[in-house]
């Protein structure tokens, strides 16, 4: 069999798997512009037309923007910790990948149990008598963020971590034997060459909180939900489908905006970097 | 250049420096007082330890005993960056997202010494001969312009003191014969003290004041280049730097300086003046180490050993001898003059024999 029949039968499941994909993205995008045959943009009117979906959207990306930030400041320590790491790394990395292996809603329940009005930490402050009744930790926005930080964390950690391990620690002596403090040493050679990586992260990160479903519900409040929550309402509930799709797109375009500057950005990035030559 | 006088003070001394890694030793109680401006090569072989206290020198490992003082101030705990000493390492190490200029420019502005910076950058790119390759990536130059600028960037700030790991080991013989000559002129021009890695024994013999040769994490000889080749003080020294014969013998007698052996094979005992630090009794066994370029090929009235020609290799104004013999295998390279007609062929009988003056005694 020629080399070329064999790679295009390869790529023949992944195309069939996209062909589905940009069918259902084109079906979805269409649904809540074409109302009985003509272009009508009454959804999208309805839409920001209701005060409490123009909030929502803004949480929603209000949320996502804060997930990806503290994701980001505890995923780069760790993943730097686990590149540098001089004992085995597989049991770090196992470790940070552990949480992939128990469903989502299992994780973000956990989380009821701890923060929950009867949950652990209220239980022990109301019972040693620091506060008398018991704190409100989740069913608001510090709920959500926590439990998409945790669900999330990974991504970043593994982004961030596949560029620093390909970056040799020589790079980090080498600019200290040339006096570089530490933090001068971060900020010009090791945050430039991680750049990527966070990149890639922030893109992952950012992309899966604004479409979480599973963790606003069972953390957020019953008042503010985020859009993904909210479509996925729509269609199991009141099986609204050119009103979820509507949502829906408005939740991909605003994603886009901010998901494709950042690609581009680490396009040049990379091509900058992998022109410098051999790391 | 002053070498070892003893009013030079010492710009580093390594005092007794020991380091371990759970349990290994890498580096063994080694102490060298290194004087300011001179050449100082490591030599030994690959896992001697080398690189490893060079990043003790460095800062980047702290010995596990022992102390090294820069200028008469211990500073082996202070941190690489508060140290004045520059490194050039074994894989480079250069900044794949700065290009050249950027890259030299780097320990200038890391040290916030930026008053003159563009033309002190200028300055070391010609110094070491890449004026116009400012803008150029570290990608796109040669492997020897790439060392170039290692070398650039660690001198743009006058540190006290060079490190350099092994940094012509990945280059070819030509290229590297070429940088061996100008490192030592930029050594020269810039009179920075340069500890210099390797452990290629014609390198380090070619570019150094001195040698620390080597061997299992400790220090087994520190001498001048001549004087290693020479006086090679431990057998190991004696059959790492250059090549040796290697002769068993017994101390027959010791009177005043001098010492008379007997060496197996050779026909006549030999006395020789004993060297300061021999402490072989008589009737202890020592090794003597005779070089392949003092062993004279034919009849002789000198101590003289019976060797049977091996093979042989003509290289224009001399020919090496392998030979064979009572004492075992030896080597020997003799001037070779036009009209002496052909080499001895394999399988002659000949007689071997050296200037006494030419005979080193090391302790077994
Ligand atoms: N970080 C380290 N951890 C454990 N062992 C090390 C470490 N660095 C060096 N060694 C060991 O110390 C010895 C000396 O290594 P090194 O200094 O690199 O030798 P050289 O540079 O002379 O080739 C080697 O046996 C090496 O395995
Ligand atoms: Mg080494």
Redesign the pocket.
């Known amino acids: 069999m020629p080399r070329s029949l064999r790679i295009s039968l390869l790529l023949l499941p992944s195309g069939l798997l996209m062909a589905v994909f940009v069918y259902g993205l084109i079906r979805l995008i269409g649904s809540s512009l074409i109302v009985d045959g003509t272009l009508d943009f009454t959804y999208y009117e309805a839409i920001f037309s209701r005060s409490d979906y123009v909030a929502m959207l803004g949480r929603t990306l209000r949320i996502a923007a804060m997930t990806t930030f503290f994701s980001l400041l505890l995923g780069f320590p760790t993943a730097y910790y686990v590149a540098r790491y001089?004992g085995n790394r597989n049991i770090l990395l196992l470790l940070i990948i552990f949480p992939w292996l128990v469903s989502i809603v299992v994780r973000s329940y956990g989380w009821v149990v701890i923060l929950g009005p009867r949950g652990l930490i209220n239980g022990v402050l109301t019972w040693t008598g620091v506060v008398e009744r018991p704190l409100k930790l989740m069913y608001n926005d510090f709920g959500v963020i926590l439990g998409l930080v945790h669900v999330l964390l990974p991504f970043m950690i593994i982004a961030i971590l596949s560029v620093l391990m390909q970056i040799p620690r020589t790079l980090e002596e080498a600019s200290m034997s040339l006096g570089g403090r530490p933090a001068h040493s971060f900020r010009t050679v090791l945050l430039p060459l991680a750049m990527p990586g966070v990149l890639t992260g922030i893109t992952l990160v950012y992309l899966m909180a604004t479409g979480a479903i599973v963790t606003p519900l069972l953390l957020g409040g019953l008042g503010d939900t985020m859009l993904g929550t909210e479509i996925f309402q729509e269609v199991m509930h009141f099986f609204d489908y050119p009103k979820a799709a509507a949502l829906a797109t408005v939740l991909l375009v605003t994603a886009l905006a901010v998901v494709l500057p950042i690609q581009l950005l680490e396009r040049w990035l990379s091509a900058r970097l992998s022109d410098g030559g051999a790391l | 250049m002053p070498l070892t006088s003893s009013s030079d003070q010492p710009i580093l001394q390594i005092d007794s420096v020991t380091k371990s890694?759970?349990g290994?030793i890498?580096?063994n109680d080694v102490t060298l007082d290194v004087v300011e401006g001179e050449f100082v090569t490591l030599l030994?072989?690959?896992?001697?330890?080398?690189?490893?206290?060079?990043?003790m020198l460095a800062g980047f490992?702290t010995p596990t005993s022992g102390r090294i003082l820069m200028r008469g101030r211990d500073m082996s705990r202070l941190p690489a960056y508060d140290r004045d000493i520059g490194l050039v390492f074994q894989n480079l190490a250069l900044f794949p997202h700065l290009n050249v200029y950027d890259n030299v420019a780097f320990g200038l502005r890391a040290r916030k010494r930026t008053e003159g910076l563009d033309s002190k950058v200028r300055d070391v790119l010609s110094l070491v001969g890449l004026d116009g390759f400012e803008k150029r990536r570290t990608g796109q130059i040669s492997g020897g312009q790439r060392q170039r600028v290692a070398l650039a960037r660690s001198l743009v700030t006058s540190p006290d003191v060079l490190l350099l790991?092994?940094p012509l080991s990945a280059l070819d013989l030509k290229l590297r014969r070429q940088l061996q000559v100008e490192l030592k002129r930029i050594q020269r021009e810039t009179g920075i003290t340069f500890i210099f890695?390797t452990?290629d024994q014609e390198e380090a013999l070619s570019m150094s004041d001195r040698i620390a040769v080597?061997q299992a994490?400790q220090v087994e000889q520190f001498s001048t280049a001549v004087e290693t080749y020479h006086h090679p003080r431990t057998r190991f020294v004696a059959q790492f730097v250059g090549e040796t014969n290697l002769l068993e013998g017994q101390v027959t007698a010791k009177s005043g300086g001098d010492v008379t052996l007997r060496v197996v094979g050779v026909d006549q005992p030999m006395t020789l003046p004993a060297p300061a630090d021999l402490s072989a009794n008589t009737g202890d066994t020592v090794a003597i180490s005779i070089r392949p370029e003092h062993m004279r090929v034919g009849p002789s009235e000198c101590p003289a050993l019976t060797g049977t020609v091996v093979s042989h290799s003509f290289s224009g104004a001399t020919v090496t001898y392998a030979l064979d013999s009572a004492a075992g295998p030896m080597l020997a390279q003799t001037p070779f003059q036009t009209g002496q007609g052909h080499p001895f062929a394999p399988g002659h009988q000949v007689r071997l024999s050296w200037p006494i003056a030419n005979v080193t005694v090391i302790p077994a």
Do not use: Q
Not at chain 2, 44 to 55: A, N, Q, V
């Open positions: 001089r | 890694f759970d290994t890498a580096v030994g072989p690959s896992g001697c330890g080398k690189s490893t206290l060079l990043r490992e790991d092994e890695v452990h080597m994490g």
